[in-house]
Each structure stands twice: as structure tokens, then as C-alpha cells.
């Protein structure tokens, strides 16, 4: 089994950065692919980006390229991805998902995904 748990959320001002953080623990941590989304209420969950534990692989979708950087860190103490949101809109308000996927690649849709944390809020005041 594997456990995911966000952090970094919080209110933020317009223009800010923030640095979302993603625990993994479990077995068979390395095989994963890695993701975040995001979700509003009343609207879907949305991909934001992927990567996997090497670094590699790392994807976003075309709107949040730019401003979203997704990486990671994984060695035999700490498994920890990484989401660095900059130039905060109030749009980018949300609850930030991490998850976990068996796919190889190409994991880009909710329904490609194992394993997912509890979320954390990011609000963004205009």
C-alpha cells in the first residue's frame, strides 16, 4: 500500500510562489509515476503535471506550463515530490492533489491513478 501526504498549502497573496511537498511512503515506491491535480468545487479534478523518481518524464499540462514546476526527491530515507506554483493567480485557488500511478507513462487522466492523498488548500487573494 502506498500513502501519500501533501502540505505546503495555505493562504497566499496574488503574485506569491508556493512550494506544495508530497510524502510518499510504501512498498515499491520507485516503480510509481508521479502526479499533481487540482480541483474547485463544482468542476472536475484536473491534471496539473507528472513526473517520475528520477526526474525524468516530467509533464505538464499546457496550462499550467510556465508557472508550475513539478520534481522529486527519492532515496532510501524520503521520497518527497514537489509542486513550485509562482506568480499566484486568485484562479489558481484550489485543493492540490498528489498521487500515485502504476503507469509506466503517460499518466495524465484522474482515471489513471492508483493512489491519492488527502489535499491540501492553496486560496490565492487577489
Known amino acids: 500500500q502506498v500513502q501519500l501526504v501533501e502540505s505546503g498549502g495555505g493562504l497566499v497573496q496574488a503574485g506569491d510562489s508556493l512550494r506544495l511537498s508530497c510524502a510518499a511512503s510504501?512498498?515499491?515506491?520507485?516503480?510509481?509515476?508521479m502526479g499533481w491535480f487540482r480541483q474547485t468545487p463544482g468542476k472536475e479534478r484536473e491534471f496539473v503535471a507528472t513526473?517520475?523518481?528520477?526526474?525524468?518524464?516530467?509533464?505538464?499540462a499546457d496550462s499550467e506550463k510556465g508557472r508550475f514546476t513539478i520534481s522529486a526527491d527519492y532515496d532510501r530515507t524520503a521520497a518527497t515530490v514537489y509542486l513550485r506554483i509562482g506568480s499566484l493567480k486568485p484562479e489558481d485557488t484550489a485543493v492540490y492533489y498528489c498521487?500515485?500511478?502504476?503507469?509506466?507513462?503517460?499518466?495524465?487522466?484522474?482515471?489513471?491513478?492508483?493512489?491519492w492523498g488527502q489535499g491540501t488548500q492553496v486560496t490565492v487573494s487577489s
Open positions: 513526473i517520475r523518481w528520477s526526474g525524468a518524464d516530467a509533464y505538464y
Open positions: 510504501g512498498r515499491g515506491l520507485s516503480r510509481l509515476t
Open positions: 498521487a500515485a500511478s502504476e503507469r509506466l507513462l503517460g499518466a495524465t487522466t484522474r482515471e489513471d491513478y492508483d493512489y
